[in-house]
């Protein structure tokens, strides 16, 4: 149809097209449009938009969650954000994808000669009740870093505070304890001082070991885009292989296997060599710490001058010797740190944390930028970056790890265990003072039969997936799993390696399915609604637990009442009403979130971690603690830590105070600890090194983000990188299946050279969000001796040529 | 002087002045209609009918001079009339346009999959084609709809399998996703018949409107006005769905 240009002509089709658009109806009509009504429906009439913290990584970004009819149909960034600004990453984008696989769990079952047979929740409840009352003390509680805040609290009470028992770990013991104990070694308390305000103002930014671009792929290209506006940012890649991040890096310093000790001490032996140490703040804000004899979390004091002694060893040559890191490269890392003019942050994650001396490696890193000076201005920090949303948020604050309570607090401490007691108005001494089992302890107890000593007899997993996360899992699993006696509950959304393992399985809800709040990496607390319906008769984590307390209260079991004989989870609406949020069709009659927050909240002020009113969260893209009340009402969050310009606490004419010093003199530590080696290396059999982590694309187990079509055509299967000189040599092609056998295990899996990362020669990195390709069965589980960490990043593997083609066991 | 010498200086002048003439008209010769020696068959003056210039020859000013303006066999537009309706033609262009789209993206302002294999870890080439926008071949690399990230492949991921050799077969669990994703909208709203529509999608991460609505974009969805640069003067984003004040929580 030509367009004819006469004025008259353009009025009259004007005219025609007015009046038969009047006479089809509106634009939304999809008959007059003849479009496709399928499509038409599809698109944006009627969406509403809600914020939501994202499902995956710690970075904690902001997005808006869209909703039409009980489905989510779309996702955006956030852009009123502070942490992302707008942005997300590919899992991110994806995250409304993740409630939609067809095989969501909507149904409790029950194992019953080895099939799972659905059952009611009523049942579900009583066979639960069952298993605590069989022993109460046998009963473990296996938690998580994606636990909202208030399912963890819920799930710490109900432990702690309920059954007495101190057996309630989560899986941040495979991923943050070794943050955790350096922290609390070098500050006295633990998480950052810093927050990601710092990546906007650093000069160089150094990674230890780990792969922002994938991993927390929004802080790195908050970096990295920086350059983009003209900045000037050097970014230092010290590595075992080469990754995403390395392409970005200007400097790449490959280190041998747990030689990143020697590399943190070759720092500090250079400040003190060159004296470019920052005396001033170290006479002001330091002391030297260094290991007692036997080892022990907080050490024994040391005088400068041994500290200095004990690093005199650490020269750039001894330090290339351990590490393979070349001398002139430890002097360029001296140099920098030495530097006055510059901002330096540090970046680490799993490399520094799966560590059989993680606690060891975080404080010297920690020691480092104390040493120099480099702390508490924006862009000077040691920041430990968090993997899993809710680690800090939840598993740390909450303190569900088996010798803590809420708010930093520790279960062997009277005046600690009292302050417990009382905020849950609990009878006196109804806390026990002993610490439970750690992670791999639990398991390896689990593991044990009952006529062996092995006391844990049902572990209540919630959020995560031991059955393809624990390390050397043909020890920590499979005998429990074998044995009649033990018996596993499994809170999940998909069918998981896990639940091929569970004897009763619970169906959950998910994420926006339900209402929560999430701790991110920067101290960073954020709240969400519920905006659809789970699937089926899928039901909070929460309320989960909460119904089997009620049940056990119910049963007569003391433990569930508090010392005024009221059920420990009564919760009462605004008119003094109590509510049964037991039954689930009551459960949101009330906030549930709301109540336990505000109960949960007044732990929050003894190391200072305050947190502010829910009702502040509601309106806030998350806040960061501590969160005073400045005046009536307005609350402000704190960006530096421990800094005199930010942090409210911080001692009146203080630049830097370390108010929870572990010596109690707003110290912080600078610990010297000695290189060791791991206790697995390649030998003349295992002469490889194997290390294993994760891909973009692929949150952790990829229960998730393998049911996400986008996110599995990308990445769908697990793979072997393999240096391509190590193939020629084996006369391995590129995608050859190969044998891979640990000590503890085998595997086969599809070579890939050249791919995703690089690794040197002698070494292998496997990722392990494959569940047909399982890694787990050759990992170590040699663990941190204060953290109890176990370390999936190094020990011993042959790699063989095989004849076959297909991957697997 | 002397007379030999001013005759041999007025010969001169004349010589000069002579081929100073010669080289005037020379140039007013040539710059001219000549004949166009590679087409014989085009003539000076209006040619009322349709001349088709030999295969691979340009048609001449002379040709396109007389006729009006429009379609014709020396330049055709492929573009749809766009308006609220349309005729048949126009509809299955637009469904196709809003299928193809959604081929590559989970729903509107999803990042598009990558339809062509990448190199998995060096710093990608991206911005050599999308970068400006580029068409090879009846193929489009589009321009990027946003401002420019350092990490590309941070949010667009390959569609196939990057890596070499067999793959497992699929879990017979991994059964497929019933996620339906918002479709990108089919037109904007308008106030009346021939109103500039509003924008019918969040511009978050869509800040180039040019690189689905410009020259080298998705039939339908082409701007009949793509002159003008300043395109949210008419067609003014929606304060919800970009989060401006009063818009969503």
Same mark, same amino acid.
């Given at each position: 149809?030509?367009?004819?240009?006469?004025?008259?002509?353009?009025?009259?089709?004007?005219?025609?097209?007015? #009046?038969?658009?009047?006479?089809?109806?509106?634009?939304?009509?999809?008959?007059?449009?003849?479009?496709?009504?399928?499509?038409?429906?599809?698109?944006?009439?009627?969406?509403?938009?809600?914020?939501?913290?994202?499902?995956?990584?710690?970075?904690?970004?902001?997005? @808006?969650?869209?909703? =039409?009819?009980?489905?989510?149909?779309?996702?955006?960034?956030?852009?009123?954000?502070?942490?992302?600004?707008?942005?997300?990453?590919?899992?991110?984008?994806?995250?409304?994808?993740?409630?939609?696989?067809?095989?969501?769990?909507? @149904?409790?079952?029950?194992?019953?000669?080895?099939?799972?047979?659905?059952?009611?929740?009523?049942?579900?409840?009583?066979?639960?009740?069952?298993?605590?009352?069989?022993?109460?003390?046998?009963?473990?509680?296996?938690?998580?870093?994606?636990?909202?805040?208030?399912?963890?609290?819920?799930?710490? !009470?109900?432990?702690?505070?309920? *059954?007495?028992?101190?057996?309630?770990?989560?899986?941040?013991?495979?991923?943050? #304890?070794?943050?955790?104990?350096?922290?609390?070694?070098?500050?006295?308390?633990?998480?950052?001082?810093?927050?990601?305000?710092?990546?906007?103002?650093?000069?160089?930014?150094?990674?230890?070991?780990?792969?922002?671009?994938?991993?927390?792929?929004?802080?790195?290209?908050?970096?990295?885009?920086?350059?983009?506006?003209?900045?000037?940012?050097?970014?230092?890649?010290?590595?075992?292989?080469?990754?995403?991040?390395?392409?970005?890096?200007?400097?790449?310093?490959?280190?041998?296997?747990?030689?990143?000790?020697?590399?943190?001490?070759?720092?500090?032996?250079?400040?003190?060599?060159?004296?470019?140490?920052?005396?001033?703040?170290?006479?002001?804000?330091?002391?030297?710490?260094?290991?007692?004899?036997?080892?022990? *979390?907080?050490?024994?004091?040391?005088?400068?001058?041994?500290?200095?002694?004990?690093?005199?060893?650490?020269?750039?040559?001894?330090?290339?010797?351990?590490?393979?890191?070349?001398?002139?490269?430890?002097?360029?890392?001296?140099?920098?740190?030495?530097?006055?003019?510059?901002?330096?942050?540090?970046?680490?994650?799993?490399?520094?944390?799966?560590?059989?001396?993680?606690?060891?490696?975080?404080?010297?890193?920690?020691?480092?930028?104390?040493?120099?000076?480099?702390?508490? !201005?924006?862009?000077?920090?040691?920041?430990?970056?968090?993997?899993?949303?809710?680690?800090?948020?939840?598993?740390?604050?909450?303190?569900?790890?088996?010798?803590?309570?809420?708010?930093?607090?520790?279960?062997?401490?009277?005046?600690?265990?009292?302050?417990?007691?009382?905020?849950?108005?609990?009878?006196?001494?109804?806390?026990?003072?002993?610490?439970?089992?750690?992670?791999?302890?639990?398991?390896?107890?689990?593991?044990?039969?009952?006529?062996?000593?092995?006391?844990?007899?049902?572990?209540?997993?919630?959020?995560?997936?031991?059955?393809?996360?624990?390390?050397?899992?043909? !020890?920590?699993?499979?005998?429990?799993?074998?044995?009649?006696?033990?018996?596993?509950?499994?809170?999940?959304?998909?069918?998981?390696?896990?639940?091929?393992?569970?004897?009763?399985?619970?169906?959950?809800?998910?994420?926006?399915?339900?209402?929560?709040?999430?701790?991110?990496?920067?101290?960073?607390? @954020? @709240?969400?609604?519920?905006?659809?319906?789970?699937?089926?008769?899928?039901?909070?984590?929460?309320?989960?637990?909460?119904?089997?307390?009620?049940?056990?209260?119910?049963?007569?079991?003391?433990?569930?009442?508090?010392?005024?004989?009221?059920?420990?989870?009564?919760?009462?609406?605004?008119?003094? !009403?109590?509510?049964?949020?037991?039954?689930?069709?009551?459960?949101?009659?009330?906030?549930?979130?709301?109540?336990?927050?505000?109960?949960?909240?007044?732990?929050?002020?003894?190391?200072?971690?305050?947190?502010?009113?829910?009702?502040?969260?509601?309106?806030?893209?998350?806040?960061?603690?501590?969160?005073?009340?400045?005046?009536?009402?307005?609350?402000?969050?704190?960006?530096?830590?421990?800094?005199?310009?930010?942090?409210?606490?911080?001692?009146?004419?203080?630049?830097?105070?370390?108010?929870?010093?572990?010596?109690?003199?707003?110290?912080?530590?600078?610990?010297?600890? =000695?290189?060791?080696?791991?206790?697995?290396?390649?030998?003349?059999?295992?002469?490889?090194? *194997?290390?294993?982590?994760?891909?973009?694309?692929?949150?952790?187990?990829?229960?998730?983000?393998?049911?996400?079509?986008?996110?599995?055509?990308?990445?769908?299967?697990?793979?072997?990188?393999?240096?391509?000189?190590?193939?020629?040599?084996?006369?391995?092609?590129?995608?050859?299946?190969?044998? *891979?056998?640990?000590?503890?295990?085998?595997?086969?899996?599809?070579?890939?050279?050249?791919?995703?990362?690089?690794?040197?020669?002698?070494?292998?990195?496997?990722?392990?969000?494959?569940?047909?390709?399982?890694?787990?069965?050759?990992?170590?589980?040699?663990?941190?001796?204060?953290?109890?960490?176990?370390?999936?990043?190094?020990?011993?593997?042959?790699?063989?040529?095989?004849?076959?083609?297909?991957?697997?066991? | 002087?002397?007379?030999?010498?001013?005759?041999?200086?007025?010969?001169?002048?004349?010589?000069?002045?002579?081929?100073?003439?010669?080289?005037?008209?020379?140039?007013?010769?040539?710059?001219?209609?000549?004949?166009?020696?590679?087409?014989?068959?085009?003539?000076?003056?209006?040619?009322?009918?349709?001349?088709?210039?030999?295969?691979?020859?340009?048609?001449?000013?002379?040709?396109?001079?007389?006729?009006?303006?429009?379609?014709?066999?020396?330049?055709?537009?492929?573009?749809?009339?766009?308006?609220?309706?349309?005729?048949?033609?126009?509809?299955?262009?637009?469904?196709?346009?809003?299928?193809?789209?959604?081929?590559?993206?989970?729903?509107?302002?999803?990042?598009?999959?990558?339809?062509?294999?990448?190199?998995?870890?060096?710093?990608?080439?991206?911005?050599?084609?999308?970068?400006?926008?580029?068409?090879?071949?009846?193929?489009?690399?589009?321009?990027?709809?946003?401002?420019?990230?350092?990490?590309?492949?941070?949010?667009?991921?390959?569609?196939?399998?990057?890596?070499?050799?067999?793959?497992?077969?699929?879990?017979?669990?991994?059964?497929?996703?019933?996620?339906?994703?918002?479709?990108?909208?089919?037109?904007?709203?308008?106030?009346?018949?021939?109103?500039?529509?509003?924008?019918?999608?969040?511009?978050?991460?869509?800040?180039?409107?040019?690189?689905?609505?410009?020259?080298?974009?998705?039939?339908?969805?082409?701007?009949?006005?793509?002159?003008?640069?300043?395109?949210?003067?008419?067609?003014?984003?929606?304060?919800?769905?970009?989060?401006?004040?009063?818009?969503?929580?």
């Amino acid at each position: 149809m030509t367009i004819d240009t006469d004025r008259r002509t353009f009025l009259k089709i004007g005219a025609m097209a007015a #009046a038969t658009a009047a006479a089809a109806g509106t634009p939304s009509d999809a008959d007059a449009t003849g479009l496709d009504p399928e499509l038409r429906k599809r698109m944006g009439a009627g969406v509403t938009w809600d914020k939501a913290p994202c499902r995956f990584c710690g970075t904690g970004c902001h997005v @808006q969650v869209g909703v =039409k009819n009980d489905k989510v149909v779309a996702i955006a960034g956030d852009k009123l954000a502070d942490v992302n600004k707008g942005l997300l990453c590919v899992k991110g984008y994806h995250v409304g994808l993740a409630l939609y696989g067809e095989d969501r769990l909507r @149904q409790p079952m029950l194992r019953v000669n080895g099939e799972l047979q659905p059952i009611s929740w009523d049942k579900a409840l009583d066979i639960i009740a069952e298993r605590v009352e069989l022993d109460p003390k046998g009963f473990a509680y296996y938690g998580s870093g994606q636990w909202t805040i208030p399912e963890g609290y819920a799930a710490q !009470k109900f432990m702690k505070g309920g *059954l007495t028992s101190n057996h309630i770990d989560p899986n941040a013991r495979l991923c943050m #304890a070794s943050a955790v104990t350096g922290f609390l070694a070098a500050y006295g308390v633990d998480e950052p001082a810093g927050c990601y305000e710092d990546l906007d103002k650093a000069d160089v930014v150094i990674m230890w070991g780990n792969n922002p671009a994938e991993m927390h792929p929004v802080l790195f290209s908050r970096i990295i885009d920086r350059r983009s506006r003209g900045q000037e940012v050097t970014l230092i890649d010290i590595g075992t292989r080469r990754t995403r991040t390395t392409a970005h890096c200007q400097h790449y310093l490959e280190f041998k296997p747990q030689s990143d000790l020697a590399i943190a001490n070759g720092i500090a032996h250079l400040l003190l060599a060159n004296g470019t140490w920052d005396k001033e703040f170290v006479d002001a804000n330091c002391s030297f710490r260094t290991d007692s004899e036997p080892r022990g *979390l907080f050490g024994d004091a040391m005088s400068f001058e041994d500290y200095k002694a004990a690093m005199a060893e650490y020269t750039p040559e001894r330090v290339e010797q351990i590490s393979g890191v070349p001398a002139k490269d430890i002097r360029m890392l001296g140099d920098l740190f030495g530097r006055k003019d510059i901002r330096i942050t540090s970046l680490w994650c799993m490399g520094m944390n799966q560590h059989t001396e993680g606690t060891a490696i975080n404080t010297l890193v920690h020691g480092i930028h104390l040493l120099s000076g480099h702390f508490g !201005k924006p862009g000077d920090a040691p920041t430990s970056l968090t993997g899993q949303p809710s680690a800090c948020g939840t598993a740390r604050e909450v303190g569900t790890l088996a010798h803590l309570l809420p708010g930093g607090r520790l279960v062997a401490k009277e005046p600690h265990r009292k302050d417990a007691e009382e905020y849950w108005n609990l009878p006196a001494g109804r806390i026990d003072g002993k610490p439970g089992f750690h992670t791999l302890k639990m398991f390896e107890d689990w593991c044990t039969p009952k006529s062996k000593g092995g006391s844990i007899h049902t572990i209540w997993v919630q959020v995560t997936n031991p059955g393809q996360t624990m390390p050397n899992r043909n !020890k920590l699993l499979e005998p429990g799993v074998k044995d009649p006696n033990k018996f596993m509950i499994v809170s999940e959304v998909y069918p998981t390696a896990t639940t091929e393992i569970a004897d009763l399985v619970l169906p959950s809800a998910m994420w926006v399915e339900k209402n929560g709040m999430f701790g991110n990496s920067e101290r960073r607390t @954020q @709240q969400w609604f519920r905006m659809v319906k789970p699937p089926g008769d899928a039901r909070d984590d929460c309320w989960q637990t909460i119904a089997v307390a009620k049940r056990l209260f119910d049963r007569g079991f003391a433990g569930m009442k508090d010392k005024d004989g009221k059920f420990l989870f009564h919760i009462e609406d605004d008119s003094g !009403k109590a509510v049964p949020i037991w039954n689930w069709s009551n459960y949101y009659d009330v906030n549930v979130d709301k109540h336990l927050f505000e109960e949960y909240r007044l732990f929050s002020r003894l190391k200072h971690k305050d947190l502010a009113p829910y009702d502040e969260y509601v309106k806030a893209r998350g806040m960061r603690w501590p969160v005073v009340e400045t005046e009536p009402g307005v609350w402000r969050e704190t960006k530096f830590r421990f800094s005199g310009f930010d942090d409210p606490y911080v001692a009146e004419g203080r630049a830097i105070d370390f108010y929870h010093s572990t010596t109690g003199d707003s110290r912080a530590q600078i610990w010297f600890r =000695k290189y060791t080696d791991p206790p697995e290396m390649p030998d003349a059999e295992y002469p490889m090194w *194997l290390c294993t982590g994760r891909v973009l694309e692929h949150w952790h187990s990829g229960t998730m983000t393998r049911r996400v079509p986008q996110l599995a055509r990308a990445m769908p299967q697990g793979y072997v990188e393999l240096n391509r000189d190590d193939a020629a040599e084996l006369s391995v092609d590129n995608g050859e299946v190969v044998r *891979l056998t640990t000590r503890r295990g085998t595997l086969d899996l599809p070579v890939w050279i050249d791919g995703r990362g690089a690794p040197p020669r002698g070494s292998v990195f496997v990722p392990f969000f494959d569940e047909r390709l399982l890694i787990n069965f050759l990992t170590l589980d040699a663990h941190d001796p204060f953290s109890k960490q176990p370390d999936y990043k190094k020990c011993a593997v042959k790699v063989s040529k095989l004849s076959k083609t297909t991957a697997g066991r | 002087m002397s007379e030999e010498e001013a005759s041999g200086g007025a010969a001169l002048q004349i010589g000069f002045a002579l081929i100073l003439g010669v080289a005037v008209l020379g140039f007013f010769v040539g710059t001219g209609d000549g004949e166009d020696l590679r087409n014989p068959l085009v003539t000076h003056g209006v040619a009322d009918e349709e001349v088709t210039p030999a295969p691979g020859a340009m048609p001449s000013y002379a040709m396109i001079r007389g006729k009006g303006r429009g379609q014709d066999s020396d330049w055709a537009s492929e573009r749809k009339a766009l308006s609220a309706g349309g005729s048949g033609e126009a509809l299955v262009g637009k469904t196709a346009a809003l299928t193809d789209r959604a081929a590559n993206r989970a729903y509107d302002g999803a990042p598009p999959t990558i339809p062509h294999p990448v190199r998995q870890r060096a710093a990608a080439e991206c911005l050599a084609c999308h970068e400006d926008t580029f068409s090879v071949r009846g193929k489009s690399a589009s321009a990027m709809s946003h401002a420019e990230y350092a990490s590309c492949t941070q949010c667009h991921v390959v569609s196939e399998a990057p890596m070499p050799g067999a793959m497992l077969p699929p879990d017979a669990t991994f059964a497929a996703n019933s996620f339906v994703g918002m479709v990108s909208p089919s037109e904007g709203e308008r106030a009346w018949a021939i109103a500039p529509p509003t924008t019918p999608h969040h511009t978050s991460m869509r800040e180039n409107c040019m690189s689905c609505h410009g020259p080298n974009g998705r039939d339908p969805m082409v701007t009949p006005h793509p002159e003008r640069q300043s395109c949210q003067q008419c067609h003014p984003p929606s304060a919800g769905m970009d989060q401006a004040p009063g818009g969503a929580r």
